[in-house]
């Protein structure tokens, strides 16, 4: 690794100062050596002879000496708990209006979008504009934490909330864009820090280098888009924001903010100075706006903005207003440029185009509209990357859930198709963790930072074994279901479900209008069926030694394995119903009874055939009597019948006696292809008959929330930097449903 040498305490075998990056490498490396193997630490502050810095699974800050020498040893002294103390000391900002520059006390005052109204960026969750206005209360005056990940975690499962030792700031001035919320963060001098960060990033055209996330606690139901399950938040009853590196809602830095710490007679005398020359140069505008500027509703900023306007005239007055005004003009394209979201280079285009201009906002924002109109233009839905070209990329995330697809022979999409996939799974594994030895666990400084990105090897694995899974479920057999199923219908809960079968009416009536009034059909009744959802899950596994023995071989027989398992699971599921004669809710028998009319003990034949043939289509409509003429259309056998099966719908006459013709000849089809083979059934003899579930109601399935398809997750919770829990990668497999009787006359079972 190649390293860019910056000013700092200790230097290398090469007398080159070591980075601040590095030392702070070294001493967690020593600090976490010292502790212990099973140790992580965290290191707060580096100072040019001591560190402070926190053990996982203790809340005491310790501090301790340390010395670096030429071959970079790292020597470290007695570590002494400490507590962080907070000093405030007086500012003397500059002018905090016209924000003229960034200097050693501005930039605590930020504005930011807290969040972005809509779904959330991996989350299945969405922000609707509603409830998060309702609770804006709530947003003013939150608290700002920055945590570690192991704290972010913990946080949850405290009673008493987050530590106030990680407290950063607070948010005020809080309110609807239309867009989402936006607010001022208020830095405390505690988090300098932060407020240097901020600072750097935003000089160095770096906007995006952390953002924010706010955790809420909120009431919400769950809605269905696209056949995947959303939180939707519909009240919110409290609200802490933290700074992330990875937010999740387009929480972000948008702009530094005036300074409020000078001194109040100050701020008063440049508000005087603002007023005075708003009266001399635009005395209409004055005298149109006299309540807002005399009240103090008009601010600062907006004062500016009339001076900018203002015509230069020649007075002895005028260099100090032409100055005024530029400096206003500068101020605006700061703020504007910054919130703009524009790349660097654009940017910086725009600052020279506007240099040493008296700028109207108009004008402003008509260039910056017209960049952004050609930057679309330019990269349509990629991203910018370069100084001196332009061109569209795919964000890295996606090539890597490509390339891993494409290990595992899953269509990828046309835009993904020239990356190539991974050439074993051990490649794979190194390229998104860069854990090169598969030890297991991240090393400071490499690339994986968090347990819980988008990028981590877990997650991606994951995705691709769920779309391998579920390629492969939608082209395995459904073992005959679809001939059974008559309806599908969505479970919200696992609450009882109803299900009403309404009977029939009887033949119209003759009417003559004439003379008589229209005959009352009377109140047709109903039959109630309830049912609850059924629960299928377990847990798959892929472990170090695969990887590490590149066993790609058992990952793609493990997930081939999968889907047929899942749809037999669910098939037998429903055809043990018809099998073991369950109980048909309706009137409390058997689905299958003489009472029904549909059970016979015949061995199939082309008589037991027609027997069962012609029970089916004189089943009769419940209330009205009257015959649903139903047309068998399938026959279930097991295994063993299926020559005999055969016969009786090859066979023009009737098998063993004087030819006479055979009434059932090919009526399971041409090609038998309505005879299937049930692998559930184990008893040689039996068989079963089906009307078309088009004509009459046999079965119903209700899936929890739409889901038809099983469901994939990460079974495992890794703490930062771990990859493996006891060496496995464990994956849940979920499947909710249930199958339940309508009606008994469109089946038919022969026990023989």
């Known amino acids: 690794m190649k390293r860019v040498r910056l000013q700092a305490a200790a230097s290398g075998p090469d007398n080159d100062p070591l980075s601040f990056s590095e030392i702070r490498e070294l001493l967690c490396c020593a600090?976490?050596?010292?502790a212990g193997?099973?140790?992580?630490?965290?290191?707060?502050?580096?100072?040019?002879?001591?560190?402070?810095?926190?053990l996982s699974g203790d809340e005491t800050l310790y501090q301790c000496s340390y010395s670096i020498d030429a071959v970079e040893a790292v020597t470290l002294g007695e570590a002494a708990p400490v507590e962080r103390e907070v000093?405030?000391?007086?500012?003397?900002?500059?002018?905090?209006?016209?924000?003229?520059?960034?200097?050693?006390?501005?930039?605590?005052?930020?504005?930011?979008?807290?969040?972005?109204?809509?779904?959330a960026?991996?989350?299945?969750?969405?922000?609707?504009?509603?409830?998060?206005?309702?609770?804006?209360?709530?947003?003013?005056?939150?608290?700002?934490?920055?945590?570690?990940?192991?704290q972010h975690v913990a946080a949850k499962d405290r009673p008493m909330g987050k530590s106030v030792r990680e407290i950063v700031g607070w948010v005020e001035n809080v309110c609807d864009t239309g867009t989402g919320l936006e607010g001022d963060f208020v830095i405390l001098q505690s988090a300098k820090w932060l407020r240097d960060m901020a600072v750097d990033s935003f000089e160095h055209g770096k906007t995006d280098l952390f953002g924010f996330s706010h955790d809420v606690q909120a009431n919400a139901k769950i809605q269905m888009i696209a056949g995947k399950s959303f939180k939707v938040p519909t009240e919110i009853m409290s609200v802490d924001i933290d700074v992330v590196y990875r937010p999740t809602n387009d929480g972000k830095m948008l702009r530094m903010t005036a300074a409020t710490n000078e001194p109040k007679e100050k701020q008063e005398m440049k508000r005087e100075q603002l007023v005075a020359a708003v009266k001399t140069n635009r005395p209409e505008l004055y005298l149109a706006n006299q309540d807002a500027i005399d009240g103090g509703s008009m601010t600062?900023?907006?004062?500016?903005?009339?001076?900018?306007?203002?015509?230069?005239?020649?007075?002895?007055?005028?260099?100090t207003l032409k100055q005024m005004q530029l400096l206003a003009a500068q101020a605006l394209v700061r703020e504007t440029l910054a919130a703009c979201g524009l790349p660097e280079p654009v940017q910086a285009k725009l600052r020279m185009q506007f240099t040493g201009q008296i700028v109207t906002e108009t004008t402003l924002q008509a260039a910056v509209k017209a960049e952004k109109e050609m930057v679309d233009q330019l990269t349509a839905t990629g991203v910018i990357h370069g100084v001196g070209q332009i061109r569209v990329v795919r964000e890295s995330g996606e090539k890597l859930q490509a390339a891993m697809d494409g290990m595992l022979n899953v269509t990828v999409s046309d835009s993904m198709r020239d990356v190539q996939p991974f050439t074993s799974l051990r490649a794979a594994y190194t390229e998104l963790t860069g854990d090169t030895d598969v030890r297991g666990f991240a090393e400071p400084g490499q690339r994986l930072q968090a347990a819980f990105d988008s990028s981590t090897f877990s997650f991606v694995l994951g995705n691709a074994l769920y779309r391998r899974m579920i390629n492969d479920y939608r082209e395995t057999t459904d073992f005959g279901l679809s001939r059974i199923v008559?309806?599908?219908?969505?479970?919200?809960?696992?609450?009882?479900?109803?299900a009403i079968r309404i009977q029939y009416f009887g033949d119209i009536p003759d009417i003559t209008p004439e003379t008589d009034d229209y005959t009352d059909l009377g109140t047709?009744?109903?039959?109630?069926?309830?049912?609850?959802?059924?629960?299928?899950?377990?847990?798959?596994?892929?472990?170090?030694?695969?990887?590490?023995?590149?066993?790609?071989?058992?990952?793609?027989?493990?997930?081939?394995?999968?889907?047929?398992?899942?749809?037999?699971?669910?098939?037998?599921?429903?055809?043990n119903k018809f099998i073991n004669n369950d109980t048909y809710k309706g009137d409390s028998t058997a689905i299958f009874t003489a009472g029904h009319n549909n059970l016979g003990s015949a061995a199939y034949s082309i008589t037991s055939a027609v027997a069962a043939r012609a029970a089916i289509a004189k089943q009769t409509e419940p209330g009205s009597g009257e015959r649903l003429y139903l047309r068998p259309q399938t026959l279930a056998i097991p295994t063993d019948l299926w020559d005999t099966a055969v016969q009786v719908n090859q066979t023009r006459g009737v098998p063993g006696s004087a030819n006479l013709g055979n009434s059932m000849f090919q009526y399971f089809g041409i090609n038998n292809e309505n005879i299937i083979e049930i692998p559930f059934m184990t008893d040689v003899n039996d068989w079963l008959m089906f009307a078309d579930p088009k004509d009459v109601e046999m079965l119903e399935v209700a899936y929890l929330n739409g889901q038809q398809e099983p469901e994939m997750f990460v079974a495992d919770n890794p703490q930062i930097g771990q990859f493996f829990v006891a060496d496995k990668l464990q994956y849940k497999i979920r499947d909710e449903y249930e199958f339940e009787f309508m009606d008994f006359r469109g089946a038919y079972k022969a026990v023989v």
Do not use: H
């Not at 193997?37 to 926190?54: G, R």
């Not at 309806?487 to 609450?495: E, G, I, K, S």
């Open 31 to 34: 600090i976490c050596a010292k």
């Open 37 to 54: 193997a099973d140790t992580e630490c965290y290191v707060i502050d580096v100072y040019p002879a001591s560190v402070v810095y926190q």
């Open 87 to 119: 000093t405030y000391v007086p500012l003397q900002a500059a002018s905090g209006q016209l924000l003229a520059a960034v200097d050693g006390d501005s930039g605590f005052r930020w504005r930011i979008q807290i969040c972005k109204y809509g779904q």
């Open 121 to 150: 960026v991996g989350q299945p969750i969405i922000w609707p504009r509603e409830p998060l206005v309702a609770a804006i209360p709530l947003y003013e005056g939150a608290r700002v934490f920055c945590l570690n990940d192991t």
């Open 300 to 319: 600062d900023e907006q004062l500016l903005n009339l001076l900018a306007a203002a015509p230069v005239m020649a007075d002895a007055g005028a260099e």
């Open 486 to 498: 008559s309806n599908v219908r969505n479970a919200r809960d696992f609450r009882p479900l109803q």
């Open 524 to 575: 047709v009744t109903d039959e109630k069926v309830e049912y609850s959802l059924n629960q299928k899950g377990g847990i798959i596994t892929i472990t170090r030694k695969m990887i590490i023995n590149d066993d790609l071989t058992a990952v793609n027989r493990i997930v081939s394995r999968l889907p047929r398992a899942a749809r037999r699971t669910k098939a037998k599921r429903a055809w």
